[in-house]
C-alpha cells in the first residue's frame, strides 16, 4: 500500500488559524495523525489487482456452471429419449 503523508505543522497551522487554541490543535492533529497511521487505504493499484482477481473468480464460475447445465441438459435429453422409447 501506499503511504500518504500528512504535515502536521501546516494542519495545526490551519486549525490554529481558525480559532482553535493550540493545545487543541495538536491534540487533534495527534489524534488525526494515529487514524490516519492506522487505516488502510485502498490504492488505485489495489482496487485494479482486486477487479483482476473478482473477474478471474466470475470467469471460473462461468466455467462451472456451463459444465453443470450442460451435464444437467445430457441428462434431460437421456430422460426424454428413453421415456419416448418407453411410451
Excluded: N
Excluded at 492533529?29 to 487514524?35: I, K, L, V
Excluded at 470467469?59 to 441438459?73: F, S
Amino acid at each position: 500500500m501506499t503511504t500518504v503523508t500528512l504535515d502536521t505543522h501546516r494542519f495545526i497551522r490551519t486549525l490554529k488559524d481558525a480559532g482553535i487554541p493550540e493545545s487543541q490543535a495538536e491534540a487533534i492533529s495527534e489524534a488525526f495523525r494515529a487514524a490516519h497511521i492506522e487505516a488502510e487505504l485502498a490504492t488505485k493499484t489495489d482496487l485494479q489487482a482486486l477487479e483482476l482477481a473478482l473477474k478471474a473468480e466470475v470467469r471460473e464460475l462461468e466455467y462451472r456452471l456451463i459444465i453443470k447445465l450442460g451435464g444437467m441438459m445430457t441428462i434431460a435429453i437421456a430422460v426424454i429419449a428413453t421415456l419416448v422409447k418407453l411410451l
